[in-house]
């Protein structure tokens, strides 16, 4: 199998780009002389989402998890200038795929996460469950106009219950979900140019 090659620099400390290769046997990354390879029988957790930033709403992040050492987090961003970032999703797209196929040939079981980790997608959904609360409150606690309405408790309560459904949809949507690493969707990956 040929190398798939993806380079990028990661911020201004970076001294030069950072190669990364899909080989065989090994993710292996070069820069500064010095060359790392990750062994593929060594990721234990694989992630993949869209994180957009300031001046990068255009990101996607692929992170891998050596076991006993620090993850491994890729992007399709390179560093460029402060503020200024090239969209390298070209190279991006088909080195992620190439890696996740040399991990799935490795473990057949292995899955991606998509999305939030599980901790995030917690800390989200206690975040906009209290918003809810705190809308509803407000709904029934603050003065308004339709309280002079004969009905207008049932009309808050009402209310109130158009907004469970649209909460539901998102806490579903949201939900990190595991995917075989030969079956990742679209949505993980950046958009195809000219899409």
């Known amino acids: 199998m040929e190398p798939v090659i993806y380079r990028r620099r990661r911020d201004r400390l970076s001294r030069s780009e950072r190669e990364w290769r899909v080989e065989d046997d090994a993710l292996v990354s070069r820069g500064s002389g010095a060359e790392k390879r990750y062994r593929w029988k060594d990721i234990v957790s694989v992630r993949l989402t869209a994180e957009p930033l300031s001046g990068r709403p255009w990101r996607y992040v692929f992170e891998l998890q050596p076991r006993h050492q620090r993850k491994i987090v890729l992007d399709n961003a390179h560093f460029i200038s402060p503020g200024e970032y090239e969209d390298r999703s070209a190279a991006y797209t088909p080195f992620v795929r190439a890696a996740a196929a040399r991990l799935a040939a490795t473990n057949p079981k292995a899955q991606a996460l998509i999305g939030e980790t599980p901790k ?3 800390f989200l959904l206690l975040v906009a469950l209290l918003a809810l609360c705190g809308l509803a409150y407000v709904l029934v606690a603050v003065p308004n106009p339709f309280d002079n309405l004969p009905y207008s408790n049932l009309l808050k309560f ?6 469970l459904p649209v909460f539901w949809r998102w806490v579903l949507k949201a939900m990190p979900r595991g995917v075989a690493l030969d079956a990742i969707p679209e949505r993980a990956l950046p958009p195809v140019a000219g899409s």
Do not use: H, K
């Not at 009402?158 to 907004?163: P, Q, R, V």
């Open 158 to 163: 009402g209310a109130i219950l158009l907004m």
């Open 120 to 122: 995030r997608y917690f």
